[in-house]
């Protein structure tokens, strides 16, 4: 027996019950993140001479260091069919440089027609072997790699890209991330958060299955969720303008991050371009001094934006994001830059004021936060509280025990029951244009036989 055909049946036998029909890949080259619409938009903004075209052909034509070489010549390839870029691309991926799954993938897929039958089986073979050494790491990153790869390994004998997809899609999403988000808790961390766009695309695009349906809740409120997740000012830099997305304090902003975090919001718009959250965040994304023009994100602007797709106004946008299932509060007093800013970020509770931020510190005594639409007060340990809300305004309680039920007293109310989210975050409905006092009390745990 042929030692492929060995191959072959040594890799079927991995391949669990269904897989071979459910997860198989049936698409033409370019298949990963290129599909003929997008290729289509691409190749259309390089007859037009459209900016972010222009931006990134300058930067491929000046040899400017571009960090993400292999997909950006690979990328410049496909789309000015420029053979020369694809050759180098080609090179890479051949040689013995750094063991990086991805570009290997993207090269393969996207300059597939460049390869000669020696080259496509050596290139696929270290695809396969890519699959199979990084297939404990459960990490978003590598995840995406094995993605991309199986996807471009497809119809390649040996074929063990329905089994790889469907242990990905059961045991990584369905098994292990969905049971997560469904109880509450979100595994994936915002830092990596492409990577994870870049997976729902590949695998709608070439399977056809939409991963967002296993987790409604955690994708329905995406778009209010990465509006309200940035700082207010915005950040110049050399090469564009950046929003700067919520994280961890420390010296100056990376851009490298909010570049991505960029490229995340106008993949979120590709994906499900008609939804009125993702007219509100194309309108936000739309605004040309914020249009990635440095060798890092130029190549991610190309491809994800469209400018042709009309936007709403993000100024109709709520001021105020409260995620209850995830325990996630983010408020801001405008939508102007100069707004005053209030997040929960990586459990602590930040600010944003007069261009700097801080740390809100969950003490007693720390004094209520106003911000327009919402009033955000810290717990101490006695629980009392007094408002005097100006209009319509939201009345949040942070620092509480997450998940705790607790009983609210308002002045000349009756006595409610509610719970804390799992962020210690409780909302407490107050009547406006009035000074209120209220209460909180943990409420008693009843047992009975």
């Given at each position: 027996m042929p030692l492929i055909r060995v191959l072959a049946l040594a890799l079927a036998a991995f391949v669990p019950a269904g897989a071979a029909e459910d997860y198989?890949?049936?698409?033409e080259h370019p298949r990963i993140l290129l599909g003929r619409s997008r290729l289509?938009?691409?190749?259309?903004?390089?007859?037009?001479?459209?900016?972010?075209?222009?931006q990134f052909e300058a930067l491929i034509e000046g040899q400017a260091r571009m960090p993400e070489g292999p997909l950006a010549d690979a990328l410049y390839y496909r789309v000015a069919e420029n053979r020369e870029a694809g050759q180098r691309a080609v090179?890479?991926?051949?040689?013995?440089?750094?063991?990086?799954?991805r570009h290997m993938a993207?090269?393969?897929?996207w300059c597939q027609d460049l390869l000669n039958e020696a080259e496509r089986r050596a290139l696929a073979g270290r695809l396969r072997d890519g699959l199979e050494h990084a297939a404990k790491d459960a990490g978003l990153p590598a995840v995406r790699a094995r993605v991309l790869a199986a996807v471009a390994v497809a119809g390649h004998d040996p074929d063990p890209s329905a089994g790889a997809l469907a242990r990905?899609?059961?045991?990584?999403?369905?098994?292990?991330?969905?049971?997560?988000?469904?109880?509450?808790?979100?595994?994936?961390?915002?830092a990596h958060y492409y990577s994870l766009l870049e997976v729902l695309h590949v695998i709608r695009d070439n399977l056809n299955i939409d991963l967002r349906r296993d987790a409604p809740e955690y994708f329905e409120e995406i778009a209010a969720r990465r509006l309200l997740g940035y700082y207010p000012?915005?950040?110049?830099?050399?090469?564009?303008?950046?929003?700067?997305?919520?994280?961890?304090?420390?010296?100056?902003?990376?851009?490298?991050?909010a570049a991505l975090a960029r490229a995340t919001d106008l993949a979120i718009v590709a994906y499900d371009l008609n939804?009125?959250?993702?007219?509100?965040?194309?309108?936000?994304?739309?605004?040309?001094?914020?249009?990635?023009?440095?060798p890092f994100g130029a190549p991610y602007e190309l491809i994800w934006a469209n400018p042709y797709q009309p936007g709403l106004s993000y100024y109709h946008a709520p001021l105020v994001f409260h995620d209850s299932k995830y325990g996630r509060l983010f408020v801001r007093s405008s939508w102007e830059e100069d707004a005053a800013w209030l997040g929960t970020v990586e459990g602590r509770v930040q600010t944003f004021r007069e261009g700097r931020r801080g740390v809100l510190e969950v003490k007693p005594g720390t004094a209520p936060v106003s911000l327009t639409e919402a009033l955000v007060f810290i717990a101490g340990p006695e629980l009392r509280f007094k408002a005097r809300l100006q209009a319509e305004e939201q009345v949040f309680v942070l620092g509480l025990k997450p998940r705790c039920r607790y009983q609210v007293e308002v002045d000349d109310q009756e006595m409610v029951e509610a719970a804390a989210d799992p962020g210690g975050i409780l909302e407490v409905e107050l009547p406006p244009h009035a000074a209120t006092a209220f209460r909180l009390r943990e409420a008693p745990s009843y047992s009975g036989r």
């Open positions: 198989q890949v049936y698409t289509r938009l691409l190749k259309r903004d390089r007859e037009r001479s459209a900016p972010r075209w222009q090179r890479w991926a051949l040689g013995k440089g750094p063991n990086d799954l993207l090269v393969f897929d990905i899609i059961e045991d990584w999403w369905q098994g292990r991330i969905v049971p997560e988000l469904k109880s509450g808790r979100d595994p994936l961390p915002a000012a915005s950040y110049p830099a050399g090469e564009n303008d950046y929003r700067i997305p919520a994280g961890p304090l420390r010296g100056e902003p990376d851009l490298v991050e939804s009125p959250g993702g007219q509100l965040l194309q309108g936000w994304l739309m605004n040309d001094r914020f249009q990635m023009c440095g």
